[in-house]
């Protein structure tokens, strides 16, 4: 005889159905309307009450309940079962029913595997099924809840849910929408899908860490009916993460040898704006040598699919300057003029772009470490000219006092003089009457050059026009104050060394051991260009250290003056006790 218990003691178990179609209910509900419960459920007793809970079976019980109520006395066989048992029972009765989802096993499947510590042999052999369609459904865990609610309703296939595994938890809930709005069959989605797949073999980076990625293809491939087959990445960003990775480095690994490094994305809409000595486009075999010191010369680093990491050299960045050099070099040519031998520098103090005879002057963009150098070098020539020439000294003495320039005095390097002359430390905490002491106590003979060192400090405190003015005035040999060294060089990107070599000379005394040295490493090369027997490095000065010159209007009485006003425009100090004409 048929056991039976009425359905007020029976309550829900574990089930791994989560969704319940209407329609199949309806129609299930109408047969048990007719002829009652015919099939008996799985139930197994709750330790401690009189009631069971259901292993198998709630849809009947479901069912039942909305037809006859809790009274109803429902056909039941009672299981001694634990819980791995029961979830497998369910699992597997569930298995066997067309009606349940692969997404519902799935996440029963998970959950029994997880009971057997990831034994996946076991709980394969405890639902019924073999490791391969265990994986299967397990795999189908990367899709989002989303996805795996979408099945289970029948909103889409499983076709739908094998190819959204593979790609990243947001993509898949847009794509999602996208298909189940539009109803998008299987194989429009995987088309769809492989126009945003990365081709692994265009990869720049070591693919050895894709090969358990979940996002790998040929995992999908492996396990699924529908993928799209071996090779492709379907997590486009990490993809492009790790290319970007590799990319930076290189570019990282080009700073020693070019002054601008860009890395073109496909949204920049870049066109290279390539640089050559000849060809329709060409600059002329000086002007190019000139090019590659400027500080607009570089290369381009590619991050576009199909060039990964391909590097494009020889580039301009300047368009405006690119176009006036190329035209200036067909002119020259139209009238048959060779550029001239000796590169210069855009910041030389030429007055004209063209030399007497008309031909083009090599020019470049001098790069701004190179001009901050400069300029400080410039400054310590002034300062010390300015302690050679006790006569000049007075002088710009007097015209910065006469020009309201008092604040160009820098107190700083002052300070750092006085305290080198007498011994003593710098010290900004002293008041007037702590400085006056310590100048009592200077000697005579040092008084003339503590005096000197006040006209060398605003050396280090005028702006730039007027140190050009000071530079002019004291007449200062370049030739005497530079040398070339490491520190300099050091300032330089291998195309800039490059260039500054030939416009030395240092190029053409090294001869082929020139070619050597420029393949190899910056430090290497710098040695190199610095230990060349046969070249004369006493007044070998680059044009971009030569200041401007421009020499001072000498004037007398009234109109005696040199330093500038703030805004670079000469400043006329009047002065009826002036009588001495400035010196040139």
């Not at 990491?309 to 048959?336: H, I, M």
């Not at 053409?508 to 027997?533: H, N, Q």
């Amino acid at each position: 005889m048929q056991e039976t218990l009425p359905l007020s003691r029976i309550v829900q178990g574990k089930n791994p159905r989560e969704y319940f179609d209407p329609q199949e209910m309806a129609e299930l509900e109408d047969g048990i309307r007719t002829y009652g419960v015919l099939q008996a459920i799985l139930v197994r007793p709750i330790e401690g009450s009189n009631l069971v809970e259901i292993v198998a079976g709630e849809r009947r019980w479901r069912a039942a309940k909305n037809v006859f109520g809790d009274d109803y006395d429902m056909p039941v066989k009672i299981l001694e079962v634990g819980d791995t048992d029961a979830d497998a029972i369910a699992l597997i009765e569930n298995f066997h029913r067309a009606d349940i989802s692969v997404a519902e096993e799935a996440k029963a499947a998970q959950r029994q595997l997880y009971r057997n510590n990831g034994d996946k042999e076991e709980t394969a052999r405890q639902l019924g099924w073999n490791v391969a369609l265990l994986e299967r459904r397990l795999a189908l865990l990367a899709c989002t809840p989303a996805v795996l609610g979408a099945l289970t309703k029948r909103q889409i296939l499983v076709g739908h849910a094998e190819l959204l595994a593979g790609v990243p938890p947001t993509t898949q809930d847009k794509v999602l929408a996208g298909v189940v709005a539009h109803q998008v069959t299987v194989t429009v989605l995987k088309k769809q899908l492989g126009q945003y797949a990365r081709r692994l073999a265009d990869a720049i980076f070591d693919t050895a860490q894709c090969a358990g990625c979940i996002h790998n293809s040929a995992r999908q491939a492996g396990l699924f009916a529908e993928s799209l087959g071996d090779g492709y990445c379907q997590h486009p960003t990490h993809f492009n993460e790790l290319t970007m990775q590799v990319i930076e480095a290189k570019a990282a690994a080009l700073k020693d040898e070019y002054q601008v490094i860009r890395i073109v994305k496909p949204s920049d809409g870049f066109q290279a704006l390539h640089l050559s000595a000849e060809g329709e486009l060409g600059v002329g075999a000086e002007q190019y040598s000139a090019c590659k010191g400027c500080r607009s010369f570089g290369c381009a680093v590619s991050a576009m699919a199909g060039s990964y990491g391909y590097v494009t050299k020889s580039l301009c960045f300047d368009a405006a300057c690119n176009t006036k050099k190329v035209a200036d070099w067909r002119q020259a040519a139209r009238k048959g003029v060779q550029a001239v031998a000796t590169p210069g520098s855009g910041d030389a103090p030429a007055n004209t772009n063209r030399s007497k005879t008309g031909k083009p002057k090599p020019s470049n963009q001098t790069p701004q470490r190179v001009l901050q150098y400069r300029i400080e070098q410039w400054r310590r020539w002034a300062a010390n000219e300015l302690m050679g020439h006790p006569e000049r000294n007075q002088r710009v003495l007097i015209a910065l006092t006469l020009a309201g320039r008092g604040a160009d005095l820098s107190v700083a390097q002052y300070g750092k003089a006085v305290g080198k002359m007498i011994g003593e430390a710098q010290s900004n905490a002293i008041a007037f009457h702590g400085h006056l002491e310590r100048v009592v106590g200077v000697s005579t003979d040092q008084l003339s050059r503590l005096l000197q060192a006040v006209a060398a400090s605003a050396a280090f405190g005028v702006d730039e026009t007027n140190l050009g003015v000071l530079l002019n005035y004291l007449e200062v040999e370049e030739e005497r104050q530079f040398q070339l060294n490491k520190t300099f060089l050091e300032l330089f990107t291998m195309s800039e060394l490059e260039s500054l070599a030939t416009e030395l000379g240092l190029r053409k005394a090294m001869g082929e051991r020139f070619k050597t040295a420029r393949a190899g490493k910056k430090d290497a090369f710098i040695d190199a260009l610095l230990t060349v027997k046969s070249f004369e490095y006493q007044g070998a000065v680059p044009q971009v250290m030569r200041y401007p010159r421009k020499p001072l209007r000498h004037t007398t009485g009234q109109e005696a003056g040199i330093i500038a006003d703030g805004s670079g425009s000469e400043h006329e100090a009047h002065s009826q006790e002036c009588e001495e004409s400035v010196p040139a």
